[in-house]
Nanobody, 121 residues
Framework: QVQLVESGGGLVQPGGSLRLSCAAS????????MGWYRQAPGKQRELVAG???????NYKDSVKGRFTISRDNAKNTVYLQMNSLQPEDTAVYYC???????????????WGQGTQVTVSS
């Protein structure tokens, strides 16, 4: 069994910064693509940023230049540095990872529990 545990959300004023972390733990596994999604009230979940195991990244247009995704493969952790936050960034942020459990060699799509980010003055 593999779990993703997120941390780092909270309340911040417009223009502020937050750093989200997501650590994968559990049975022996190999993680591949990882990413951050968000879901605002009344809206569909959307991809914010993704990163491959090799470090290639992609971003939602509205966060380019403000958000940075990175990963530490040794720690099985992915990060999202969010700068110049705006009220429209308010949402529940979810970590996602494509993981192969070594014991079964089965590729699975795993999600964290979500962390609330609120941008408000």
């Amino acid at each position: 069994q593999v779990q993703l545990v997120e941390s780092g959300g909270g309340l911040v004023q417009p223009g502020g910064s937050l750093r989200l972390s997501c650590a994968a733990s559990g049975s022996s596994f190999q993680s591949y693509d990882m990413g951050w999604y968000r879901q605002a009230p009344g809206k569909q979940r959307e991809l914010v940023a993704g990163i491959t195991s090799g470090g290639s990244t992609n971003y939602k247009d509205s966060v380019k230049g403000r958000f940075t995704i990175s990963r530490d493969n040794a720690k099985n952790t992915v990060y999202l540095q969010m700068n110049s936050l705006q009220p429209e960034d308010t949402a529940v942020y979810y970590c996602n990872a494509h993981i192969v459990v070594i014991a079964t060699l089965r590729l699975g799509d795993y999600w964290g529990q979500g962390t609330q980010v609120t941008v408000s003055s």
